[in-house]
T-cell receptor
């Protein structure tokens, strides 16, 4: 168990809908990362937050947004969902935002868009 | 931009034999390299990292990796494979070029250890 929790584990929704994925980092970790894993795109970095502030942005679509709250949990919001958004979404946390430290991954949320 | 390549989609090895999972990197500046493993229906788990220092890095579960600057490689190795090592392995590099604090992952190599 990495200490990173993600809810829900599975999510099934329809095209055009909006969903929110939630992540709680390991105790004491200030940095949260979001990744998307799909068969055709592999593991793609989406966005990073450090202590409430956005630190880095990757291949995140404009329809997607995220935030990190004062208690350090993070939410990833996906809107106007398309079939191609079906994927595993992982959250990871690390103690710093420097990138030198290893990241600890949660179990993921499997999103299915029908 | 920083990148890593994992040239093999799958590696097959018999239990008890040594295993190698290959990774090559392309970076500007000093590379910061990581190996992660993903078991079915689980998140990625950290195995080891190279930041600086000894070229042979020891990690979790008996794995080690050899950093080779001249060949720009960071291959993952284990002297004696176990069936339980069967999983998906990812090499990753810290992206520093743009100042972004992110990891760039390879496409993954599936390791299959047969009894």
């Amino acid at each position: 168990d990495s200490g990173v929790t993600q809810t829900p584990k599975h999510l099934i929704t329809a095209t055009g809908q909006r969903v929110t994925l939630r992540c709680s980092p390991r105790s004491g970790d200030l940095s949260v990362y979001w990744y998307q894993q799909s068969l055709d795109q592999g593991l793609q970095f989406l966005i990073q937050y450090y202590n409430g502030e956005e630190r880095a942005k990757g291949n995140i679509l404009e329809r997607f947004s995220a935030q990190q709250f004062p208690d350090l949990h993070s939410e990833l919001n996906l809107s106007s969902l398309e079939l191609g958004d079906s994927a595993l979404y992982f959250c990871a946390s690390s103690s710093s935002g420097s990138g030198y430290n290893e990241q600890f991954f949660g179990p993921g949320t499997r999103l299915t868009v029908l | 931009a920083q990148s890593v390549a994992q040239p093999e989609d799958q590696v097959n090895v018999a239990e008890g034999n040594p295993l190698t999972v290959k990774c090559t990197y392309s970076v500007s500046g000093n590379p910061y390299l990581f190996w992660y493993v993903q078991y079915p229906n689980r998140g990625l788990q950290f195995l080891l990292k190279y930041i600086t220092g000894d070229n042979l890095v020891k990690g979790s579960y008996g794995f080690e990796a050899e950093f080779n600057k001249s060949q720009t490689s960071f291959h993952l190795k284990k002297p004696s494979a176990l069936v339980s090592d069967s999983a998906l392995y990812f090499c990753a590099v810290r992206d520093m070029h743009t100042g972004f604090q992110k990891l760039v992952f390879g496409t993954g190599t599936r390791l299959l250890v047969s009894p």
